[in-house]
């Protein structure tokens, strides 16, 4: 590892005064403009690689920008300029699907596909009924799903597209019916659950609804304000699912204080059959709430709200602010990855990134001795196995999704090395736990699906 002076300096000093001090890779984030403003859309397919898109207003050019080394650099891979009477297209969505496969969806039902890495790029308009932008989703390499945002006139359905081969073809499928006057029922965002499972979100002239599917679109479920909110919603709401039964659904409120319209953060754990409202209306931004949202598992996620980003660590029901700021009240974006998001894109032209640096640390006397826990045979009981250095007794408890406790504290004799602690569940109704273990000033927490 290579060290400046400065840094060697300070090595030396700590040595001689005999305090011990590591050089640790620490990360923080960084700023670049990538374009002047525009950016809509963001896509990652891992920590280097991710694509921004969206509609440059100022010379109204669609354009599609691409980074193979984790945000610090960009280059243009699409363009598509809108001269008169010509107009760019809005882009509304990206997914970067595998290694060569790059899907965008844009208005005019517009997609824009490369099967190379971005180096190429090919326009293809799916289908004429489509006015607006639609928001794409895929559950995996193949399969996805596009909503609609504008419904066709004299449809008696809402209208989503699926596709089976990554984007190269897609398929229209009877939607939800609309419950509402026709000009008022949108299917405004979605997400695609599994192969043929999607859920979608709907605003009509009674309120909204979540719809759901699990045949491919022959069949939806309609649940009308399931959160049971006096005033409903309003404005677009959002989902992520980590797998085929735990989502999490987003809606950022209002944007004038005052209106009734709060900020909800809901969860599922049966696939959107039924949600459970960890958050309402208490996000430390609440005046601009959730562009985005995206968990790397049951109990860490980010979120961005009005040019920052907000960090969960309970499962949605609480959240901090990161102290980045791109450009107050921005429309920003974090890629829905299900792991730690590198590369942040703001609305308003400006890309963040997490950049390592070096630095200087006091080592800690107080050392962390306890790994992992991982939750095991999931039955009558339920078996925890984690390894330690430290001899201490373990505590371990249980609570539910809403964070009360099921199964009050249970202590055991701790040793070095592995261990495992069983904990007796029967009686628990089927749903998503929480195991936490704790041993000394170690503590760790591991969520699980209860099937009954």
């Known amino acids: ?43 990652c397919l891992d920590e280097q690689r991710c694509v921004i898109g ?33 107009r760019a297209l809005q882009l509304s969505s990206l997914a970067w699907i595998s290694p060569d ?39 995996d390499s193949l399969h996805g799903v596009l ?64 719809n759901r599917t699990t045949d491919y679109g022959k069949t939806w479920d309609q649940k009308t304000n399931p959160f049971s909110l006096p005033n409903g919603l309003r404005w677009h709401g959002g989902f992520f699912f980590l797998d085929s039964l ?31 409202v960890m958050l309402q209306d208490t996000l430390p931004m609440k005046l601009f709430g959730f562009q985005t949202i995206t968990f790397t598992n049951l109990l860490r996620g980010i979120g961005t709200s009005g040019g920052r980003i ?9 959240w901090s602010v ?43 006397p107080a050392r962390e001795t306890m790994g992992e826990i991982v939750v095991k045979n999931v039955g009558d009981y339920v078996e925890v196995e984690f390894t330690s250095e430290n001899p201490e007794a373990v505590h371990a408890w249980c609570d539910d999704l809403q964070g009360r406790r099921v199964i009050t504290e249970r202590t055991v004799e701790g040793r070095v090395g592995k261990q495992s602690i069983q904990i007796d569940i029967r009686g628990l109704p089927s749903g998503t736990y929480f195991i936490t273990v704790q041993q000394g000033a170690g503590r760790r927490t591991a969520g699980f699906q209860l099937p009954r």
């Not at 969206?54 to 809108?82: C, L, N, P």
């Not at 754990?269 to 039924?274: L, T």
């Open 1 to 43: 590892m290579k060290h400046n002076y400065f840094e060697r300096f300070l090595l030396l000093f700590c040595v001689v005064c005999c305090s011990p001090a590591v050089v640790a890779q620490q990360k923080e984030w960084k700023i670049q403009r990538v374009v002047e403003r525009g950016i809509s859309c963001i896509a």
């Open 54 to 86: 969206g509609q440059e207003i100022q010379f109204d050019d669609t354009f599609i920008f691409q980074t193979m080394d984790g945000g610090k650099t960009w280059k243009k891979v699409y363009a598509d300029t809108g001269m008169y009477p010509k």
């Open 101 to 139: 496969v790059i899907v965008a969806s844009a208005d005019s039902s517009y997609i824009i596909r490369s099967v190379d890495g971005g180096k190429t790029w090919a326009k293809t308009r799916v289908y004429d009924g489509f006015a607006y932008a639609k928001p794409m989703y895929f559950c």
């Open 147 to 210: 909503f609609e945002t504008k419904g066709v006139p004299n449809e008696e359905f809402n209208r989503p597209m699926v596709t089976s081969d990554g984007g190269a073809t897609w398929q229209l499928i009877p939607g939800p019916k609309n419950t509402g006057e026709l000009e008022q029922t949108m299917m405004l965002s979605g997400a695609c659950i599994a192969p043929g499972k999607y859920i979608g979100f709907e605003v009509n002239s009674s309120g909204f609804a979540i």
């Open 246 to 276: 735990n989502g999490w659904f987003t809606a950022p409120g209002d944007f004038q204080p005052g209106y009734g319209y709060p900020v909800i953060v809901a969860r599922t754990s049966n696939g959107g059959e039924s949600w459970t």
């Open 310 to 318: 907000c960090r969960t660590t309970d499962g949605g029901a609480s």
């Open 322 to 364: 990161d102290s980045i700021l791109l450009e107050k009240g921005s429309n920003t974006r974090v890629a829905m990855m299900k792991q730690e998001p590198h590369v942040v894109a703001g609305g308003g032209g400006l890309v963040a990134y997490l950049d390592e640096v070096s630095s200087v640390e006091q080592a800690s």
